[in-house]
């Protein structure tokens, strides 16, 4: 079946360093989906992306969708502390429920 | 608040048990997923149902079930429990029935198996 990965796992970094993680189906996706958990929280959805090439930014976040729809990325500029959590993708094909990554949970050293 | 509601948020059981637990989707919203998160992994999708209908089945062992009822709460039914069943267990609705969309998640349910 349709399997999503996810790196890094884990990622540290000073605040005021960028961030990306990576995303990568198995097969080919209608859309994908980014969310983020805060420790202790529940997943909250950030941003979808449905077109090949699609980029969207969100303040410092800037979400991009692979030519092949395959492949997602999600960049932060300048962290800062608030964005600590755990974020997770999730791809979508037809009319199968979402897939989710396993998640990369990003600290922030201030 | 993203008007999705679980309950219990906290559960402690013993091996062989069995638990429910409860969903009410936000207002409106037609289908229901029930995810299991198990310590530092991902959302493992369990089951869907749309409509008071199961709509998809992902790695749900045959100890669970699940149900959607005519006012679109849902429950989650896990018996004979284990050990490797303690996780957070997050429900989530959306408008839809089928993967467009964005999912509101419930906070979870936090299952301890002793």
């Known amino acids: 079946g349709q399997q999503v990965m996810q790196i890094p796992q884990y990622q540290h970094v000073q605040e005021g360093e960028d961030f990306t993680t990576y995303c990568n189906s198995s097969?080919?996706?209608?859309?994908i989906q980014w969310y983020k958990q805060r420790p202790g929280g529940h997943p909250v959805f950030l941003i979808q992306?449905?077109?090949?090439?699609e980029v969207k930014k969100q303040k410092r976040l800037t979400f991009q969708f692979g030519e092949a729809k395959k492949n997602s990325s999600l960049h932060i500029t300048a962290t800062q502390t608030t964005d600590v959590g755990t974020y997770f993708c999730?791809?979508?094909?037809?009319?199968?429920?979402?897939?989710f990554g396993k998640g990369t949970r990003l600290s922030v050293i201030a | 608040d993203s008007g999705v509601t679980q309950t219990p948020k906290h559960l402690i059981t013993a091996t062989g048990q069995r638990v429910t637990l409860r969903c009410s989707p936000r207002?409106?919203?037609?289908?229901v997923y029930w995810y299991q998160q198990s310590l530092d992994q991902g959302l493992q999708f369990l089951i869907q149902?749309?409509?008071?209908?199961?709509?998809a089945k992902g790695n749900i062992l045959e100890r669970f079930s699940a149900q959607q009822f005519p006012d679109l709460h849902s429950e989650l039914n896990l018996s004979s429990l284990e050990l490797g069943d303690s996780a957070l267990y997050f429900c989530?609705?959306?408008?839809?029935?089928?993967?467009?969309?964005?999912?509101?998640f419930g906070e979870g349910s936090r299952l301890t198996v002793l």
């Open positions: 097969t080919t996706l209608s859309n």
């Open positions: 207002s409106g919203d037609l289908s």
């Open positions: 992306l449905v077109k090949s090439g």
């Open positions: 989530a609705s959306s408008e839809q029935g089928v993967d467009t969309g964005e999912l509101f």
């Open positions: 999730a791809g979508g094909s037809g009319n199968t429920p979402l897939v």
């Open positions: 149902y749309y409509n008071g209908e199961e709509r």
